[in-house]
């Protein structure tokens, strides 16, 4: 099974192009670990199983552990409003929301990026340099002082304005910036030693470049098209080891309770289709039953895609350098093993 799930894989890794790290893995072995394409194209530097791979809103279930850590801890309640645990003003904000509501995108506060309105996230950098955004509080300008876009509840709405509050409410709560506390309190904890949020001035060494790639075949990197530093709500840089070590930890209850867990996987809000989401992961149904838990980020030069399959106790994380790739190869996963 392993020989025919990698001929399929190669085959279409080679139709796609795809560059980056795929690991599949269950309870007693790894099943697959293959790379391909280049970390440095310019440098032929080949991608590794140890390569360091940005994931974007990949992130946001750590983002969403760190709150659940917090709420163990008694510094929060997931029914606390937003004007109660963060000292910062927004005046257009509904009073009234809570944790909750930011975790599962159902706030209805403005998106500094919103997909629904904007298709280039490059735009966003037009009057705001990305070299300057290095600290949660620097997103502020981008959506503090914006009305609603919806009535707080009304409905599921993508939003990493949210995760933006969410990071600065465990910086207030805890008294380390996020970046801090997400390396002590998970990363640490999770043993996933090589992950961290790198500045792009400052990569350590075999971290990935992204690639933007053109139809005429020529490309650039992604260091003027995000943010020089990640945040809680996309960012992190991970390698494909580490992040199947995170969904181990967590699954085992070794970075919050079992009780806590149980929360987080709860299908809070139904986006559409078979499509939930919990709190800081995606959530897929079939035939009325937990298919599987997943988190994914999209960003020029990353795509991100990684998932927990209960039902097979199987874990995939699928790593890429490239704006795409990642789902295609996760979908001939699916269907070459998890399937069968």
């Known amino acids: 099974m392993k020989t025919k799930l990698i001929e399929k894989i190669k085959r279409v890794q080679s139709e796609h192009e795809f560059s980056g790290s795929i690991l599949v893995k269950d309870t007693q072995e790894t099943l697959m670990e293959v790379s391909f394409g280049f970390a440095n194209r310019s440098e032929h530097i080949k991608n590794n199983d140890s390569t360091k791979y940005g994931i974007a809103s990949g992130c946001k279930i750590f983002t969403a552990v760190g709150i659940c850590q917090l709420v163990e801890r008694g510094k929060l309640a997931f029914d606390t409003r937003l004007k109660e645990c963060l000292d910062i003003d927004f005046p257009h904000f509904d009073k009234e929301i809570t944790i909750h509501h930011?975790?599962?995108?159902?706030s209805g506060i403005p998106d500094y990026f919103d997909e629904e309105e904007m298709e280039d996230f490059e735009?966003?950098?037009?009057?705001?340099?990305?070299?300057?955004?290095?600290?949660?509080?620097?997103?502020?300008?981008l959506f503090q002082h914006k009305p609603m876009k919806l009535k707080m509840g009304e409905r599921f709405h993508y939003n990493n304005a949210g995760y933006i509050l969410l990071?600065?409410?465990i910086e207030q709560a805890s008294g380390q910036s996020?970046?801090?506390?997400?390396?002590?309190?998970?990363?640490?904890?999770?043993?996933?030693?090589?992950?961290?949020?790198?500045?792009?001035?400052?990569?350590p060494s075999n971290?990935?470049?992204?690639y933007i790639d053109f139809p005429d075949g020529t490309w650039k990197t992604n260091i003027y098209s995000?943010?020089?530093?990640?945040?809680?709500?996309?960012g992190a840089y991970v390698t494909v080891k580490d992040m199947g070590e995170f969904w181990n930890s967590l699954m085992n209850g070794q970075l919050i309770s079992n009780a806590s867990v149980e929360l987080m996987l709860i299908p809070h809000v139904h986006d559409e289709e078979d499509a939930y989401y919990g709190y800081g992961v995606w959530i897929e149904k079939r035939d009325s039953t937990i298919h599987k838990y997943h988190v994914m980020g999209y960003d020029p030069g990353v795509c991100f895609h990684s998932a927990f399959y209960p039902n097979h106790e199987t874990t995939v994380v699928i790593c890429s350098n490239k704006s795409e790739g990642a789902y295609g190869i996760m979908k001939e996963i699916e269907m070459g093993l998890l399937e069968q």
């Open 102 to 106: 930011l975790l599962t995108h159902t």
């Open 123 to 141: 735009e966003l950098w037009d009057e705001n340099p990305m070299y300057k955004i290095r600290r949660l509080q620097d997103f502020l300008p």
């Open 167 to 169: 990071g600065l409410i």
């Open 178 to 203: 996020f970046t801090e506390y997400v390396q002590e309190n998970i990363f640490k904890q999770a043993n996933m030693k090589k992950s961290g949020f790198f500045e792009f001035d400052a990569l």
């Open 207 to 210: 971290t990935s470049h992204g």
């Open 226 to 234: 995000l943010p020089a530093k990640g945040g809680s709500d996309g």
